[in-house]
């Protein structure tokens, strides 16, 4: 049909309707249609129901700067940035984008209308208002005098030679580049936003807002030149160093980013920590990494997987290059092509010369070490550039990705403590020096910081008690208790056992007739053990897994039958080397029960903890709650309730294929809260949303959840829980609604498949550990006291969300675990959950944490049969529940 100034012509009328007819509804005809059918309600975390009343007020400070907004009507415009070559390849160099888009603003100052960049450094760049141009295409030349890549040819040391064309070099000092650069306009979104994100009324553009800011702190310290990792940045300052051995240290930096809370807009800062390599020699470097005392000890191999990537400065012209591998032969059999004028013509002759002769003859300089070492390539895979390794340095803050030992990983822990106060200082000296205040960008937005911590009103709940042995009572007193003179609910007995000996230096005969005897005081009916089996001396320098295979064929040898217990004497303290081969060839090959410990001081208390250990791990049961004893626990005593935690472990960096391990700890023997289970499995790399809950294949569900759900049965009287309790942990506040969502509804289908007339009520709460949010004591040295409860101030502003200090934190900084409460279907008051959080959340968290890690070193190195590893699974549930009774 035609169409007149923009209107289509009017329809004829519809024809009349024939009597005795009813016409359908037009969203009935939708509802009956297949691929219209009603979907689920989306669900959304829910809204804080109040604030807890409970507790002894006490005032703290949180490490949140609070932040003045000023209203505007102004908006940030989103553009997406393009960076191109000359020759239309797209731009991909790290760290390139900054310096194109500085030179941008430098070279186009008055074409930009002088208008300030807020830039992440890859494809998003934020402007306050508009940019006057409605076509952003500019060309950009950088000139890099620190690069070294000044070959005729534009390729780096051209003509094969180590350092590119001479002359070249001396006649054009400066290497040139031209980008292509495109600000395409992708959104626009009202600063207003900030306020309302403020408000609580999070929406696309509040989140965004938030973003922006955030992309402006990590640009300004972007250009003091720090180290950005995510939200964290580091200085390369000497003092923020922590040698961790084997060329890797710890780098002391700092976290800050802008969050809404009840007090309006704030900005946390927190110390942070990264690994970096060891700036210098390249050669003191891959020493310390393979831990050798000579160059001719070096594995090359080893030395080109760490290496690689790495960027190093060359002398004597001090340039810069990206490592991507070492020469096949040593420096001085490494041939290359050099080209030399010949006086005669004025042509150019091509020479055969090692690398090691044209820098000693050409270049005049003395090589002291590297003429039987490979060199470092720093070329191109098919044009390579040589350099000696001894004119190679590494330079400062490049982070280290691979996996950490486990003396690294505990050293790094050792040397990042800090208590509070010195980490108060820290954090006002870090804000100071960073000088927000100066930045444009903010400035423009109408932001300003406080300079002072912010005042948060806190509460001290009560410390549960508990119940040991013969109805006594055990008062924990500073998050702590012990079973001096107590004796334990259920005790085990310890027999068909053995002793293992790594080369600790110890009586052993003394250390097993005092544990024996520690043993009858607390009721525990403990056996002398079969024999003790002592290592090979001339196997203490062996491979860690041929002294371990070597005592199994001792035990094997020796033994009439397989051992239910192991007691094992390590050399080092509890992370040595022989720890985790152990443990694996134990539980996930054996399903032997296997008890650690290092006797370097041994006495009565620290042989009672070990006996709380083992008397857990061989099905005793050291204390129980108070309240388990009543019942007394709201809503959870009265009605079959079932508790599960879960989470997701990944492999460690650099291990980016292994197999993620999805963990589930789940409560049995209801109304008991003390007894628990554990499943594992294994999904796929990377994967945080867990994808094993539900797995329906036929009539049978190989899911994690049915396991956990018909055990409860079992144990419970055969009851199913009318109340599913999950604590999830591990994600962030970004993934919520895929938790409330996708795993909240793979667990009700769980339940479906069992009985489909069954419905339990849910609550979902997830815990975080890894945020930044400290509170501390004014005026006090001490950590803030266990049992503390925040809600106000520094809290989510719409959301349902607190803070608790559940632990004494003996050393360091407490970190509270924060707490979002998703979905509540059971009801439970502020008061009620916190109180029940604190007799058992932090105990199945850490239950859950220790289970799955443990887990994954199993199941990623040797991938055992399922039930090896629930077998490992429901050890590491009973080793932490005697732990966590000390």
């Not at 961790?244 to 240290?249: E, F, H």
């Not at 393979?290 to 290496?307: E, F, G, M, S, T």
Request: aromatic content about 8%.
């Amino acid at each position: 049909m035609d169409a007149h100034d923009g209107e289509a012509d009017e329809l004829p009328p519809p024809p009349p309707i024939p009597p005795n007819v009813v016409p359908i509804k037009a969203d009935g005809v939708e509802s009956e249609s297949p691929a219209n059918k009603p979907t689920k309600p989306k669900r959304f975390p829910m809204a804080r129901p109040g604030l807890g009343k409970k507790g002894q007020p006490i005032q703290l400070l949180a490490n949140h700067y609070k932040v003045s907004v000023k209203s505007t009507e102004e908006f940030f415009f989103h553009y997406n940035v393009v960076l191109k070559y000359e020759d239309d390849r797209l731009a991909d160099g790290k760290g390139v984008g900054r310096k194109v888009i500085d030179k941008l603003q430098q070279t186009y100052q008055s074409e930009l209308s002088n208008k300030d960049f807020a830039y992440d450094g890859e494809k998003s760049l934020f402007t306050i208002g508009a940019l006057p141009q409605v076509t952003n295409e500019f060309t950009v030349v950088l000139e890099d005098g620190g690069s070294g890549k000044t070959a005729a040819n534009g390729s780096p040391g051209g003509n094969d030679s180590p350092g590119g064309g001479d002359r070249k070099r001396v006649r054009r000092s400066y290497q040139t580049k031209t980008f292509k650069v495109e600000l395409c306009f992708a959104a626009k979104i009202p600063m207003s936003a900030i306020a309302q994100a403020i408000r609580g009324q999070e929406s696309e553009n509040s989140q965004e807002a938030l973003r922006v800011l955030d992309i402006i702190l990590r640009q300004h310290s972007a250009k003091q030149g720090c180290l950005l990792v995510r939200q964290s940045f580091f200085h390369n300052n000497p003092n923020n160093f922590v040698d961790l051995g084997g060329g890797v240290m710890g780098c002391r930096g700092f976290h800050s980013s802008f969050r809404g809370t009840q007090s309006g807009l704030s900005l946390n800062i927190d110390v942070s920590t990264t690994m970096i390599v060891k700036p210098g020699p390249v050669i003191d470097f891959l020493l310390a990494n393979q831990k050798v005392d000579h160059p001719n000890k070096i594995d090359w191999q080893k030395a080109k997987r760490a290496l690689k990537n790495l960027r190093v400065k060359t002398i004597p012209a001090n340039s810069e290059f990206k490592i991507i591998g070492l020469s096949d032969r040593n420096c001085n059999e490494q041939m290359f092509s050099l080209r030399q004028r010949n006086d005669n013509n004025g042509d150019s002759d091509a020479v055969e010369i090692t690398v090691y002769d044209y820098f000693v003859k050409n270049k005049g300089m003395d090589l002291r070490y590297s003429d039987n070492l490979p060199c470092i390539n720093v070329g191109r895979p098919k044009r390579p550039t040589y350099f000696p390794i001894e004119l190679c340095s590494l330079i400062p803050l490049q982070r280290y990705t691979k996996a950490l030992s486990t003396l690294q990983r505990s050293s790094l822990v050792e040397k990042s403590r800090q208590k509070p106060q010195e980490r108060m200082s820290v954090l006002n000296d870090a804000l100071k020096r960073s000088n927000y205040d100066s930045d444009p960008m903010l400035r423009a937005s109408g932001i300003s910081i406080a300079q002072n911590f912010t005042q948060v009103e806190g509460r001290i709940l009560q410390a549960p008690k508990l119940k040991a042995g013969n109805g006594d009572d055990i008062f924990p007193r500073n998050g702590r208790w012990n079973f001096n003179n107590k004796k334990l609910i259920q005790t085990c007995s310890v027999d068909k056992w053995a002793v293992v000996n790594f080369s600790a230096r110890c009586d052993v005969r003394s250390l097993i007739r005092d544990l024996i005897r520690n043993a009858a005081a607390k009721g525990i009916q403990m056996d002398e053990p079969f024999d003790v089996f002592e290592e090979n001396p001339s196997l203490r320098r062996a491979p860690v897994s041929r002294r371990v295979d070597d005592m199994f064929e001792q035990i094997k040898s020796k033994l009439p039958g397989a051992p239910k217990f192991l007691l094992c004497l390590l050399p080092e303290r509890k992370n040595c080397e022989v720890y985790g081969p152990w443990k694996r060839k134990c539980l996930a090959e054996f399903g032997i029960v296997t008890q650690c410990l290092a006797p370097q001081r041994v006495n009565d208390q620290y042989l009672l903890n070990v006996l709380l250990k083992i008397n857990a791990k061989l099905g005793g049961m050291n204390s129980l709650l108070q309240v388990e004893a009543s019942p007394a626990i709201p809503l959870v005593s009265n009605r079959p309730t079932i508790i599960l935690g879960m989470d997701v472990s990944h492999g460690q960096p650099g291990q980016s294929d292994r197999p993620s391990i999805a963990a589930v700890v789940s409560s049995r023997q209801w109304p008991l809260i003390s007894k628990y289970r554990a499943s594992v499995h294994t999904q796929s790399p990377k994967l945080e949303m867990m994808s094993s809950l539900f797995k329906p294949r036929g009539t049978e569900d190989d899911g994690l959840i049915r396991e956990s759900l018909i055990d409860f049965y079992t144990s419970s009287g055969k009851r199913k829980p009318d109340q599913v309790i999950i604590f999830r942990d591990g994600v962030s506040e970004s993934q919520f609604t895929q938790v409330i969502n996708i795993e909240l509804d793979q667990i009700i289908e769980a339940c479906k498949f069992l009985d489909e007339k069954w419905s339990p009520k849910f609550t979902l709460i997830v815990a975080q550990k890894n945020h930044h949010t400290k509170f501390f004591q004014a005026g006090s040295p001490d950590n803030v006291p266990p049992g503390t409860i925040v809600d106000k101030q520094v809290c989510h502003p719409r959301n349902y969300d607190f803070y608790m200090c559940a632990h004494a934190g003996m050393i360091g900084t407490t970190r509270p675990t924060h707490y979002h409460v998703l979905h509540d279907e059971i009801g439970f008051s502020p008061d009620d959950l916190q109180e029940l959080l604190l007799r058992f959340a932090m105990p199945i968290l850490l239950l859950l944490r220790w289970e799955h890690s443990s887990s994954l070193r199993i199941c990623q190195t040797h991938h055992p049969a399922k039930e090896a590893i629930h077998l490992w699974g429901a050890y590491r549930c009973l080793s932490f529940l005697a732990s966590m009774r000390k």
